[in-house]
């Protein structure tokens, strides 16, 4: 699917807020900012910008759960919690870019600041657990900048589950935030 293709096909599933990036960067001014995308506009993005064949969606109404971890079993323990407290809720969806990292997105109707926990792991590498939402943007699709292959989505793809993804409030962000934090310090660490 090309660019373009994908960013129709988010835009059919319910993204409203699309931007084209180059690499993990956002190529429009004021992205932060925007409002709906239209078909107009991404058609328009092919030929202002035909470099920018990555697409990210603005985490605004679409909070995503980003897991900067390096230890693989710590990755898969914080995504069987996530699993496990939201799973019943809607669709647990991992994407892949640089493994065993990996960004799992809710969706929310109240827009809330980005939560981070830092941690440093047991080998002294610094790692981190951030919710992002309000003013941030996640990548959904194209080539991971350090490994060069596709970013990829488990169990379904992005473009055909908006609605279905679970739900997510601030104080249930906080709270999952928090908890992957100690999990993270009592066990793997």
Known sequence: MTPYERRLQLL???????????GKKAVLTNWQTRGNTN???IKLWTTMWP????T????????VLDIDILDPEAADAIEQLVRDRFGDHGRVLPRFGKAPKRAIPFRTDKPFPKITAALIAGNGTDERIELL???QQAVVDGIHPDTKQPYRWTCGSIGE???DLPFISASEAQALVDHIAEILVAEHV
Request: glycine share 10%.
């Open 56 to 63: 990210g969606i603005l985490c605004r109404f679409t909070p």
């Open 39 to 41: 078909p107009d506009e």
């Open 133 to 135: 939402c309000d003013g």
């Open 51 to 54: 470099a920018a064949q990555n």
């Open 12 to 22: 059919k599933a319910g993204f409203q807020e699309i931007v084209p990036l180059t």
């Open 161 to 163: 589950i908006r609605h």
